[in-house]
């Protein structure tokens, strides 16, 4: 299936110079000048070569058609997470750099998607958006009252965002997984 440039998301997997990638972080740049494009950082999942190009709306790249099976996380070991197919309660081991940085986000009993080219897991789809609790935020600095003014957080998994100053210890907030960036309170 041919997407638009700039409709490359972190975690496609697309065939681009003969080559498998998989998306790992995109930045969408609209400058003064000329037309609008996608910064893609991408790795290729045969060999591990990284690759950071700019994509314009008018190219195309060709998506991956993917097989795709709900599996469930169980627990990590070593170096690897092990998943549970759901249909056959058949256990896979999948190295960590499968997922990706995103690892640091599964919880135990985790809904994913594994995506299959050839029966060999190439990738791990995550919810966009998990809960998380604040362990550990940074006092709010006395006349910090500016909107757009974010202070260091770290969740209970250990990974560190950027929160607003209302944000305090033990508060459990909604988080994108891929940017690692806060969204909102949860509910």
């Known amino acids: 299936m041919k997407i638009t440039g700039v409709e490359i998301r972190p975690g496609n997997i ?13 930045q969408h740049t609209q400058p003064g000048k000329g037309g609008a494009y996608m910064q893609v950082e991408a790795k290729n999942l ?46 896979i081991n999948i190295s960590k750099d499968v997922v990706g940085e995103a690892h640091e986000f599964l919880q135990d009993g985790m809904e994913v998607v594994l995506e299959l080219w050839e029966e060999r897991p190439i990738s791990v789809e995550l919810p966009e958006q998990i809960e998380a609790t604040i362990v550990e935020a940074d006092a709010v600095v006395k006349g910090q009252t500016a909107s757009s003014s974010y202070k260091p957080a770290i969740l209970d998994n250990g990974v560190r965002v950027m929160v607003p100053p209302h944000i305090t210890s033990g508060t459990r907030i909604v988080v994108n997984v891929y940017d690692r960036e806060y969204v909102r309170r949860a509910d």
Not at 14 to 26: D, N
Not at 57 to 70: C, F, M, W
Request: zero cysteines.
């Open 14 to 26: 697309i065939e681009y110079e003969g080559g498998i990638w998989k998306v790992t972080k995109i």
């Open 46 to 91: 045969i060999d591990g070569r990284k690759l950071n190009n700019r994509f314009r709306s008018a190219d195309t790249v060709e998506k991956v058609r993917l097989d795709t099976k709900d599996f469930q996380f169980l627990y990590a070991e070593g170096d690897d997470l092990v998943f549970m197919d759901k249909d056959t309660f058949e256990q």
